[in-house]
């Protein structure tokens, strides 16, 4: 199979790669143009790009896929099949009616459950118990295609999003070749997705990161875990905002919302609506990310001091 594989961040790029290694035949790919990136804001290529010129495989970066030179590339390539993982940008009919196998997306949720962008911080965030990933075939409508291939895992209690995305990029890596082993051969059966119980995980916004301790304990953890560690959960302490990281308990005896209570070498006690959350690290403008605890000693930080919640980022 003659397989153009479509994608851009390193959830894409380490897909790619486990393609590539067990010898599927990656006749081209396309990545979104390379952007500034870093504290330095340097252009640098985007992940896919990076494994892509690796293994020395024909690509392209265009502004958009649908247009005139995207189509020629692909048109060029003779694709059977292609696969999508986290591109960021839309297919239209033309790329869509191109291969002959057609159009197969990799997304990170239980569809139709966390149709969009950003499954994954919005399972954590709205402290879902079980996600998963699907891989299913592409239609205009997003995300809303034929299911070829759904499989289920646990989210632990206090996972953070780095770790869950990590196991959800190796699960997408199996699930990868077992669906294009199976398309190979024919063996694809697929099911409709029941659109009446769809959902949908928008892109982030500034406002989504700020951590209101007036709600309960459970979802001040979960704001915090869906944004660890990046790009961070934000708030604010007078007229500085700072980002929070690794919250790794919650208790139910009640305090001043926002009040940080505590402070040990474990992290510092802060109240919420309905309790405490036990938070390890922040990070100040400028540095590096401490611990509390090391914030504390370098008088950045004390117990009575109190975090804020503003929409202004």
């Known amino acids: 199979m003659r397989i153009v594989f479509v994608g851009t961040p390193e959830f894409a790029a380490e897909i790619l790669e486990h393609l590539i290694k067990n010898g599927f035949n990656v006749v081209g790919v396309v990545t979104q143009p390379d952007k500034p990136r870093g504290r330095g804001r340097k252009v640098a290529p985007t ?8 293994h020395e495989v024909p690509f392209i970066q265009p502004e958009s896929i649908n247009k005139k030179e995207a189509l020629e ?3 060029s390539v003779r694709p059977d099949v292609i696969i999508v993982a986290s591109y960021g940008k839309i297919l239209g009919e033309k790329v869509l009616s191109l291969p002959r196998l057609g159009c197969y997306n990799i997304h990170p949720s239980l ?14 965030e709205n402290g879902e118990e079980r996600t998963g990933v699907t891989i299913y075939k592409m239609v205009r409508e997003l995300d809303a295609g034929p299911i070829a291939l759904q499989r289920e895992i ?5 996972e953070t999003f780095d770790q869950l995305e990590k196991r959800l990029i190796e699960l997408s890596k199996e ?3 077992e669906f294009l082993e199976k398309l190979k051969v024919g063996d694809i059966e697929l099911k409709e997705q029941d659109h009446s119980r769809a959902t949908y995980a928008p892109m982030i916004k500034k406002e989504d990161l700020i951590v209101d301790f007036s709600k309960d304990a459970e979802s001040v953890k979960n704001k915090i875990r869906a944004y660890d560690s990046r790009p961070g959960a934000r708030a604010f302490l007078g007229n500085v905002e700072v980002k929070l990281f690794g919250v790794t ?25 309905d309790g405490k959350v036990k938070v390890r690290y922040i990070q100040f403008p400028g540095k590096k990310k401490m611990t509390f605890w090391e914030a504390k000693n370098g008088r950045l930080i004390i117990e009575g001091m109190r975090f804020e919640r503003r929409y202004e980022i």
Do not use: C, H
């Open 47 to 54: 992940p896919v790009k990076a494994v892509a010129e690796k």
């Open 111 to 124: 569809l139709p459950k966390y149709r969009g962008a950003s499954p994954i911080q919005r399972v954590l």
């Open 249 to 273: 308990a919650i208790d139910s005896s009640g305090d001043e919302p926002g009040l940080i209570n505590y402070i040990d070498r474990e992290g510092a006690w802060i109240g919420t609506g």
């Open 175 to 177: 699930m990868s070749i």
């Open 73 to 75: 590339f692909l048109r």
């Open 154 to 158: 646990s989210i632990d209690p206090f």
